[in-house]
């Protein structure tokens, strides 16, 4: 039986259409999912959209529409998107939907039932654009710092979770790595905030009306921020479907940005914790992108479209940059004129040009057949040959950065195989074996070095097909290798 690897990207709002940072975000998984989907787990890849919350229902009021509208048509979107940028999702969860619904209100019922769940009174700040509570400490200027705005003043009597019951638990999971914290740094800051000590948190809320009821108290509406992790587990059957639920939980990696480490390594846990479920067993942070050293907001004007990006420069290269450009981890900024670079000196000059030049020089050179004797050549020559050995190094390098989710490292590895590739070429020169009257000597030199061009170059598009699936296949059915070559390589 195969494996399961179960990965999540956050479900995202559905108060404004996908942008850049969403597409980010959704590529990651994307290149893990087919990653791990080539080395033969079985991959279940979620993506969705979160759509209830006062956020949301105050975008639709703005758009004059009602709210379920408004979320159906943002909703579509983010699918048309995803289908754009060639994601290989499995399924997508609407927070909207039947089975969610039901999902989250079997999850709030176990809630209760656990005992964990008390009636309190809240007064507070809080800031609907990020949809938590804020407390003083963190505004700057008497505004939420990530919207530049007030906070609302709010006081109302809703149900509360005793998170305090369950810290202890989630500290050690953290510190043994039972929920793998990545990279390292947030790691220490979520157990810096545990250090700190964490307030109980609301689980509903009384006057908002866009949401699911409490199942235990109607005219409570669940608080959206727990309503959206409860995606995680509804999507792959909880409530509706326990066999596929029990085959897929717990989640082997989500993956989030960094605003939402808190409710994601510690109240999620927690809530798992208190209805008897498993938590996830890792969960990868990456960083904030800016455009063109400016946090992107629409106040600013500077959202970028992933489509328009992806009909301008094409979707595998959009893809490309994204992962290629920053360590995956870190903040980064997006400025067209590093794609605009990175598209000329590595996609066009290195990778496009590597491949026409091999294919050029097959074909002057009579496009050969690959038959099994130069097979047994080749698979000779690998132990002598410099270009062939480092395929293999190529391999585990990539490997290695793929697992530890360093996509930059990864294709940087691929890319020194490319210039290996050029100095190949440079060192041995084949047009002049091509041009001179053929011996039966230089004629198997020629098919010894060409047959090492077109398998290093067969084994870049292997590697690549992960981060740029439409070009790997385009590579791959222009070399047309004899299938019986491809032994040479076995598959990652
Ligand atoms: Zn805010």
Redesign the pocket.
């Known amino acids: 039986m195969p494996k399961k690897f179960y990965i999540t990207t956050p479900i995202y709002y559905t108060n404004n259409p996908p942008h850049v940072g969403s597409a980010y975000t959704t590529i990651a998984v994307d290149v893990l999912a087919r990653y791990y989907r080539q080395k033969g787990k079985k991959v279940f890849f979620l993506t969705g959209t979160d759509e209830h919350g006062e956020k949301n229902a105050q975008a639709a009021k703005k758009a004059n529409k009602s709210p379920q509208e408004f979320v159906d048509e943002i909703a579509k979107s983010f699918k048309e998107t995803w289908r754009a940028l060639d994601i290989s999702n499995d399924d997508f969860i609407r927070t909207t939907e039947p089975r969610h619904i039901k999902g989250a209100q079997k999850f709030l019922s176990a809630l209760k039932k656990s005992g964990k769940i008390y009636q309190g009174k809240y007064e507070g700040l809080y800031?609907i654009?990020?949809e938590k509570f804020?407390t003083k400490k963190e505004l700057a200027d008497g505004k939420?710092p990530?919207?530049q705005?007030a906070p609302k003043k709010v006081s109302e009597t809703n149900y509360f979770f005793k998170l305090s019951d369950f810290l202890d638990r989630v500290k050690k999971l953290i510190s043994h790595d039972k929920i793998k914290i990545e990279p390292l740094e947030r790691k220490n800051e979520v157990l810096a905030l545990l250090k700190q000590g964490l307030e109980d948190f609301s689980i509903s809320r009384q006057k908002v009306k866009w949401g699911i009821p409490l199942p235990f108290d109607k005219k409570q509406i669940s608080y959206v921020w727990v309503e959206a992790l409860v995606n995680y587990i509804t999507a792959i059957g909880y409530g509706s479907n326990q066999k596929k639920f029990n085959q897929l939980w717990p989640a082997d990696l989500h993956l989030i940005g960094k605003d939402i480490l808190k409710f994601h390594a510690l109240y999620w846990p927690a809530l798992l914790l208190a209805v008897g479920l498993k938590p996830p067993r890792k969960i990868f942070v990456h960083g904030f992108l800016t455009a063109d050293g400016q946090k992107m907001s629409k106040t600013l004007g500077n959202v970028i479209d992933p489509i328009y990006l992806a009909d301008k420069y094409g979707v595998d290269a959009l893809r490309y940059f994204l992962l290629r450009e920053i360590p995956f981890g870190q903040d980064g900024d997006f400025s067209i004129k590093r794609l605009e670079e990175r598209y000329n000196a590595d996609l066009a000059n290195g990778l496009g040009n590597l491949v026409s030049r091999v294919l050029t020089l097959s074909e002057k050179a009579g496009n050969f057949p690959v038959i099994a004797s130069e097979r047994k050549r080749a698979k000779q020559s690998r132990r002598k040959n410099e270009l062939i050995k480092g395929v293999k190094s190529t391999q585990k390098k990539y490997k290695k950065a793929l697992e530890k989710i360093k996509f930059h490292e990864a294709l940087e590895v691929i890319w020194r195989l490319i210039s290996a590739c050029d100095e190949f070429i440079e060192k041995n020169k084949p047009w002049t074996l091509i041009s001179e009257q053929r011996t039966a000597n230089s004629e198997q030199k020629l098919k010894e070095i060409l047959l090492s061009l077109l398998l290093s170059l067969k084994e870049i598009a292997v590697l690549l097909r992960p981060f740029m699936p439409a070009t790997s296949e385009k590579i791959l059915s222009q070399i047309k290798l004899n299938k019986k070559t491809e032994v040479l390589f076995p598959r990652l």
């Open positions: 800031c654009g990020c804020i939420c990530d919207h705005k």
